[in-house]
């Protein structure tokens, strides 16, 4: 357990050193607290919309930010270390393959939760001084959850990508790849098969579907509560599904543990 | 062989098409320092890779401190073997000190463990300076005091000596006599190094997976046979017309190679003529004996080479 300790308190200060933190952070408040004031400009109002309005906007900005974010924070994290040396090095210290990899997932998902927590936080903060209804610390304790369990099946999944390949760049491309993926392609392949499949895909189907892209997990999570005027696209048909939230956080959670259980697989397949 | 350190037997190693290492054995008492030589691709890195437990033989057996070192068991002995990789560079953005302590801890010593080693190898005064300003010896030198974390009973050192100016070198191997002195086994692993005769006890000749030649130099040296140049100095070319001399002769120069045999008849024959005003004997060094084993072996393996190609068309 020290040994973990050891390298997520390093990979921390990585985080901390690099600006990671500052800057993730930063970039969370200012767009959640820009759009926590300027939600509702397309409509012709400035000033704080509705709880709901600012939530749909803050989730359907955070699902492509996040992830972008985890990959890009976490990518080169195996295969950085495998190009300098290091990674082989570390191998021959009394440090097993999993400590090594929880202690990054530690150390790195710390940073992206904990600037997910400052960051969002501060427009919870600023919107509950606003409008002090309790209801809006409960929306977006859900919110920051669900969010921090977006990055961090994203870290995971870098993971994944950072041990399968042998060169920083390919895992960058990757990375990128992944991200299109799960944050534009995966909703257009659905609503392609919406539109084009003549019986119509039923709904609990449809939800099911999304259920393998944790990006779409966290828009049901935090849009399900939500007026369905503010809610477009596929999402809207799925929203009345049958899945409680408690069901959609494990799904969530799940998508957290299984690559992570998968790339300490890989590594341990992984010649050297 | 349970009260060696280090044993290797008819180790094999190899990878989808190439065969890394083929059927080597070999052994390394408590104190001894070895040294691995052999040329890129020898199987030197592969060698290391199988003693530290990184990877697993294919075939064979390999033992350290009475355990196999890809077991679980292995686990607590890892924290007496220090490694020095061949291509590493630390975490740029670090300080050396932050880099030292991170390994330190991993290995269940803290801060001032990594202050006393950054004095030993001489980077105290940058330690407070990210490694991206380090030279190469600077950086050599963070990695050497890495590989001598909680003073290892075993260390595998992959061309230690890169990169550091003559005086660090002089150091290491002070530091390399002196963990030896402790009791401590070190494996060299190098293309030849000049100056690393005296510090080794015994030497080993990797090439192409195999095993050419293992044992002390002076055994080695005695296998090899080779020559003794011997470089009169003053002679003017009288050589080329004394009989006895002539067919010692190498070129055009007043350079002879004789059998270590004739080494005196030779002396007594060049010492005859009055114009003599210098006379330089010379054996035969570690890397001419490492030329001639892996000549030997290169002459050795043609024909065989033909004949596999052979197989492989038919």
Same mark, same amino acid.
């Given at each position: 357990?020290?040994?973990?300790?050891?390298? &997520?308190?390093?990979?921390?200060? =990585?985080?901390?050193?690099?600006?990671?933190?500052?800057?993730?952070?930063?970039?969370?408040?200012?767009?959640?607290?820009?759009?926590?004031?300027?939600?509702?400009?397309?409509?012709?109002?400035?000033?704080?919309?509705?709880?709901?309005?600012?939530?749909?906007?803050?989730?359907?900005?955070?699902?492509?930010?996040?992830?972008?974010?985890?990959? *890009?924070?976490?990518?080169?994290?195996?295969?950085?270390?495998?190009?300098?040396?290091?990674?082989?090095?570390?191998?021959?210290?009394?440090?097993?393959?999993?400590?090594?990899?929880?202690?990054?997932?530690?150390?790195?998902?710390?940073?992206?939760?904990?600037?997910?927590?400052?960051?969002?936080?501060? $427009?919870?903060?600023?919107?509950?001084?606003?409008?002090? =209804?309790?209801?809006?610390?409960?929306?977006?304790?859900?919110?920051?959850?669900?969010?921090?369990?977006?990055?961090?099946?994203?870290?995971?999944?870098?993971?994944?990508?950072? *041990?399968?390949?042998?060169?920083? $760049?390919?895992? &960058?491309?990757?990375?990128?790849?992944?991200?299109?993926?799960?944050?534009?392609?995966?909703?257009?392949?659905?609503?392609?098969?919406?539109?084009?499949?003549?019986?119509?895909?039923?709904? $609990?189907?449809?939800?099911?579907?999304?259920?393998?892209?944790?990006? =779409?997990?966290?828009? *049901?999570?935090?849009?399900?509560?939500? =007026?369905?005027?503010?809610?477009?696209?596929?999402?809207?048909?799925?929203?009345?599904?049958?899945?409680?939230?408690?069901? *959609?956080?494990?799904?969530?959670?799940?998508?957290?543990?299984?690559?992570?259980?998968?790339?300490?697989?890989?590594?341990?397949?992984?010649?050297? | 062989?349970?009260?060696?350190?280090?044993?290797?037997?008819?180790?094999?190693?190899?990878?989808?098409?190439?065969?890394?290492?083929?059927?080597?054995?070999?052994?390394?008492?408590?104190?001894?320092?070895?040294?691995?030589?052999?040329?890129?691709?020898?199987?030197?890195?592969?060698?290391?890779?199988?003693?530290?437990?990184?990877?697993?033989?294919?075939?064979?057996?390999? @033992?350290?401190?009475?355990?196999?070192?890809?077991?679980?068991?292995?686990?607590?002995?890892?924290?007496?073997?220090?490694?020095?990789? @061949?291509?590493?560079?630390?975490?740029?953005?670090?300080?050396?000190?932050?880099?030292?302590?991170?390994?330190?801890?991993?290995?269940?010593?803290?801060?001032?463990?990594?202050?006393?080693?950054?004095?030993?190898?001489?980077?105290?005064?940058?330690?407070?300076?990210?490694?991206?300003?380090?030279?190469?010896?600077?950086?050599?030198?963070?990695?050497?005091?890495?590989?001598?974390?909680?003073?290892?009973?075993?260390?595998?050192?992959?061309?230690?000596?890169?990169?550091?100016?003559?005086?660090?070198?002089?150091?290491?191997?002070?530091?390399?006599?002196?963990?030896?002195?402790?009791?401590?086994?070190?494996?060299?692993?190098?293309?030849?190094?000049?100056?690393?005769?005296?510090?080794?006890?015994?030497?080993?000749?990797?090439?192409?997976? +195999?095993?050419?030649?293992?044992?002390?130099?002076?055994?080695?040296?005695?296998?090899?046979?080779?020559?003794?140049?011997?470089?009169?100095?003053?002679?003017?070319?009288?050589?080329?017309?004394?009989?006895?001399?002539?067919?010692?002769?190498?070129?055009? +120069?007043?350079?002879?190679?004789?059998? @270590?045999?004739?080494?005196?008849?030779?002396?007594?024959?060049?010492?005859?003529?009055?114009?003599?005003?210098?006379?330089?004997?010379?054996?035969?060094?570690?890397?001419?004996?490492?030329?001639?084993?892996? +000549?030997?072996?290169?002459?050795?393996?043609?024909?065989?080479?033909?004949?596999?190609?052979? @197989?492989?068309?038919?």
């Amino acid at each position: 357990m020290k040994e973990v300790l050891t390298v &997520a308190n390093k990979e921390f200060h =990585d985080g901390l050193r690099n600006r990671w933190l500052v800057s993730i952070t930063l970039i969370f408040a200012a767009l959640s607290i820009g759009l926590t004031y300027f939600g509702g400009a397309a409509s012709g109002e400035i000033g704080i919309t509705s709880l709901s309005t600012t939530v749909a906007s803050l989730a359907s900005l955070a699902v492509f930010l996040i992830p972008l974010i985890a990959l *890009l924070l976490s990518y080169d994290s195996f295969v950085g270390e495998q190009e300098s040396g290091t990674l082989l090095l570390l191998l021959t210290y009394p440090l097993s393959k999993t400590q090594l990899l929880l202690g990054k997932f530690l150390g790195q998902g710390s940073i992206i939760a904990l600037a997910t927590l400052l960051g969002f936080g501060a $427009s919870a903060v600023v919107l509950y001084l606003q409008i002090e =209804d309790l209801s809006v610390l409960v929306t977006f304790s859900l919110f920051i959850a669900s969010a921090i369990l977006l990055g961090l099946s994203f870290t995971a999944i870098s993971y994944l990508i950072s *041990l399968m390949v042998s060169e920083k $760049s390919k895992a &960058a491309g990757f990375a990128l790849i992944v991200w299109f993926f799960f944050a534009l392609a995966f909703d257009l392949a659905i609503l392609a098969l919406l539109v084009g499949v003549e019986e119509g895909l039923s709904q $609990s189907l449809l939800t099911q579907l999304m259920m393998l892209n944790p990006a =779409d997990i966290f828009r *049901l999570v935090n849009l399900a509560g939500l =007026d369905s005027s503010d809610v477009n696209g596929v999402l809207a048909i799925a929203i009345n599904s049958s899945m409680s939230q408690a069901q *959609l956080f494990s799904i969530l959670i799940a998508w957290v543990i299984l690559p992570l259980t998968l790339a300490t697989f890989i590594f341990k397949k992984k010649k050297l | 062989m349970s009260n060696m350190l280090v044993s290797l037997e008819s180790v094999s190693k190899s990878y989808k098409q190439l065969d890394a290492l083929q059927s080597i054995t070999m052994s390394l008492a408590q104190g001894e320092v070895l040294g691995l030589f052999g040329h890129n691709g020898a199987g030197k890195t592969t060698m290391m890779k199988l003693i530290l437990g990184v990877i697993s033989p294919s075939a064979g057996q390999v @033992e350290v401190m009475g355990v196999a070192p890809d077991s679980k068991e292995a686990w607590h002995s890892r924290a007496k073997i220090g490694y020095l990789p @061949e291509n590493v560079s630390f975490y740029e953005q670090l300080t050396g000190l932050e880099v030292l302590t991170y390994f330190a801890k991993l290995k269940g010593f803290n801060k001032k463990t990594a202050i006393d080693l950054l004095e030993q190898v001489g980077i105290t005064h940058a330690m407070k300076r990210q490694v991206k300003t380090y030279s190469k010896g600077m950086r050599q030198r963070l990695g050497l005091a890495q590989a001598f974390i909680g003073e290892p009973k075993l260390l595998l050192l992959d061309e230690p000596t890169v990169g550091l100016d003559p005086i660090a070198t002089a150091d290491f191997y002070q530091t390399v006599d002196q963990l030896k002195t402790n009791g401590s086994s070190v494996i060299l692993c190098s293309h030849v190094l000049p100056g690393v005769e005296q510090h080794i006890d015994r030497a080993m000749i990797l090439s192409s997976g +195999k095993l050419l030649a293992m044992g002390t130099l002076a055994e080695l040296r005695q296998k090899a046979d080779l020559p003794v140049t011997i470089k009169p100095g003053g002679l003017n070319g009288a050589i080329s017309e004394n009989s006895k001399l002539m067919s010692y002769l190498n070129g055009s +120069k007043d350079i002879l190679h004789v059998p @270590e045999p004739n080494k005196l008849q030779v002396i007594r024959e060049l010492m005859a003529y009055e114009a003599i005003n210098d006379l330089h004997v010379e054996h035969a060094n570690l890397e001419q004996v490492y030329q001639y084993y892996l +000549k030997q072996h290169k002459q050795s393996q043609s024909p065989q080479q033909a004949l596999n190609n052979g @197989e492989q068309q038919s």
